[in-house]
């Protein structure tokens, strides 16, 4: 049942008002209690003051006397006080009508008995077995009159009246708390689940995103503040997930788009040379031409393989310790041969020792792309310099060329999949896919590292692999 935020919100201000109603209706009580025990003691003294008043009287003290307490006190309306007037020989000397037996052996004769309280101003409460109850007290009075001298005083007060405020209010105290817990917990209960309207309302808002609606962002102007952060967290959500789902559809319409060229090319020629017989020589040409297409073809493959598992959410890399030198130099020597032909010269300046830690196979396959790229777009007389710098937490490894270099407009796109710049594309030498950057980026990933692009159109480029150390 607490499973519900709003049962425990019901059951939290049901004990809230609990202890706040029994914590206010019990010092009142209390309170209360206190106020009518001060006004029995004043009473009772009250009555005792009066007898002595009576006795140091000049003029008939105890016919006086006993004409108050015998017949006009106890005519008086509501008057439950029993007076009972003892001389020191024992003699009663007035005594209230009718005290009820009970009264005289449970009240008055006790009261005796607890004569060490007759110093104390106020009485002492008597609770008989009929469920009645007394406050009882005794005082011994010396008066002025000769005659009479020394008096005990016993008074008691009947305390069903009090008893009965108390217990009126007792009730009312009961049916009130009853009462309002009904109407906490009904409108408690109401107020709750109408406070987790929003709360319905955007989880239907919620439910209602799908792919092509996650752009569609979820209201949150009309949302109370609490829900504000959830909603824009969703929001964020979907906003992360609509842009994976955007480069997932560009993605593979990409693919298709630059696996269909190839291909055509691949039909068109199959189908031209079996229009007619043909001699060996032409289909040998054929099969050739075929065969570098799909070599191309399976290197693309290869490098979206590549690029899928580097990109993946869960990627992580093997951590091997390598020495980056030695590693750029291998790179370097199998490049060597080809950029020899083709008229450029490498040189390199690395720092020996710097050792990496990481995936080697990743990080040839970084260098490659980015040294491959100096070599393809430089022409015939270039320079390429490949050079380490260590910094305090960092080395970087920059690989510079005077080549061609990237138009201004084209600096921001060329990490994208599939981006090659119209210069590369008219090349005739170049067969690139525009995977090179990217998987240089994705890889610069996995390593925390970074990587920089500074280029001049028709002066050379510089790119620049921040690995930390
Ligand atoms: N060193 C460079 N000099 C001039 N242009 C460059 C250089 N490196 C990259 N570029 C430009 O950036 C584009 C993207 O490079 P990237 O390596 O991603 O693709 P690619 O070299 O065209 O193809 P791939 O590397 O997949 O064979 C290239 O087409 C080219 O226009
Ligand atoms: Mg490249």
Avoid: C
């Avoid at 017949?71 to 006080?81: A, G, Q």
């Avoid at 319905?200 to 569609?216: F, H, P, Q, S, V």
Wanted: proline letters at 3%; zero cysteines.
């Amino acid at each position: 049942m607490f499973k519900s935020i709003v049962s425990r919100l019901t059951a939290w201000y049901s004990a809230t008002l609990l202890a706040v109603v029994v914590v206010v209706a019990g010092s009142l009580y209390f309170s209360l209690t206190k106020i009518l025990d001060a006004e029995g003691n004043a009473f009772l003294r009250d009555r005792i003051e009066a007898v002595t008043f009576i006795l140091n009287g000049a003029d008939q003290p105890l016919q006086r006397l006993r004409r108050r307490v015998e017949s006009e006190w106890p005519v008086r309306l509501h008057d439950r006080t029993y007076i009972k007037v003892v001389d020191a020989d024992g003699t009663v000397l007035a005594s209230s009508p009718q005290i009820p037996p009970e009264v005289e052996s449970g009240v008055l004769s006790k009261v005796v008995a607890r004569n060490e309280r007759l110093a104390q101003s106020s009485g002492t409460r008597f609770e008989l077995t009929g469920g009645r109850s007394y406050l009882a007290m005794v005082k011994n009075v010396e008066t002025a009159n000769k005659a009479i001298r020394r008096v005990t005083v016993y008074a008691a007060l009947d305390l069903s009246a009090e008893n009965d405020i108390l217990a009126r209010y007792r009730m009312s105290f009961f049916v009130i708390l009853g009462v309002s817990l009904l109407v906490v917990v009904v409108f408690g209960h109401r107020f709750a689940s109408l406070s987790f309207v929003p709360v319905r309302e955007l989880i239907d808002a919620t439910n209602k995103i799908t792919g092509t609606t996650i752009k569609e962002k979820v209201e949150t102007e009309n949302l109370p503040q609490e829900l504000v952060p959830l909603a824009t967290t969703i929001n964020h959500m979907a906003g992360r997930l609509g842009d994976s789902l955007e480069r997932l559809s560009r993605f593979s319409s990409d693919i298709a788009h630059e696996l269909r060229t190839p291909i055509n090319n691949v039909r068109g020629e199959v189908e031209v040379a079996l229009l007619v017989e043909r001699g060996a020589e032409e289909y040998r040409e054929v099969l050739s031409s075929v065969l570098e297409e799909f070599t191309r073809i399976s290197a693309m493959i290869d490098s979206m393989l590549f690029l899928a598992r580097t990109e993946s959410p869960v990627a992580n890399m093997r951590r091997e310790k390598f020495n980056l030198a030695a590693e750029v130099s291998n790179i370097l020597d199998y490049y060597g041969a080809s950029a020899a032909e083709e008229g450029i010269s490498i040189t390199a300046d690395l720092h020996p020792s710097v050792e990496l830690v990481g995936e080697k196979t990743l990080f040839q396959r970084a260098v490659t792309n980015v040294v491959s790229n100096a070599i393809n777009y430089t022409k015939r007389g270039g320079a390429i310099k490949v050079s380490t710098r260590t910094e305090e937490t960092a080395v970087v490894l920059s690989v510079e060329d005077n080549g061609a270099g990237i138009p201004k407009s084209d600096i921001p796109n060329i990490f994208d999949r599939f981006y090659r710049g119209d210069a590369s594309r008219s090349a005739t030498k170049l067969g690139g896919f525009g995977l090179g950057l990217t998987i240089v980026k994705s890889v610069m990933g996995l390593y925390n590292g970074e990587v920089a692009i500074e280029s001049q159109e028709g002066r050379g480029t510089k790119v620049s692999l921040k690995f930390p150390l």
